[in-house]
């Protein structure tokens, strides 16, 4: 069992940056791969970012290639989205989620056992 809590949303002007973090619970954290979606009103939830067990391996989504990047410590059992060059279209709620370290395709909300609450992000124009 794993507890996230996101944490970091705020509202940003577009062009600005923001870092969103996420807590775990429980002492097998480095047993999880973790990943980032969000959810804009209407749309469906999108896949945003996502780093291996060890941190060695990250996955990102093509609408934030190249201005996101997702890092972890698991000695203080985090998860990190730093988000560079926000856009109004970034604006949504985003989640973290865990998923056991040997899953298979990480781009997909159906292998994410575990989900935070979401934090909210709003970029404006």
């Known amino acids: 069992q794993v507890q996230l809590v996101e944490s970091g949303g705020g509202l940003v002007q577009a062009g600005g940056s923001l870092r969103l973090s996420c807590a775990a619970s429980?002492?097998?954290?480095?047993?999880?791969?973790m990943g980032w979606f969000r959810q804009a009103p209407g749309k469906e939830r999108e896949f945003i970012a996502a780093i291996s067990w060890s941190g060695a391996i990250t996955y990102y989504g093509d609408s934030v290639k190249g201005r996101f990047t997702t890092s972890r410590d698991n000695a203080k059992n985090m998860v990190y989205l730093q988000m560079n060059s926000l856009e109004p279209e970034d604006t949504a709620v985003y989640y973290c989620a865990a998923a056991w370290a040997g899953s298979a395709n990480l781009r997909l909300r159906e292998v994410y056992g575990y989900w935070g609450q979401g934090t909210q992000v709003t970029v404006s124009s």
């Open positions: 429980g002492r097998t954290f480095s047993s999880y791969a």
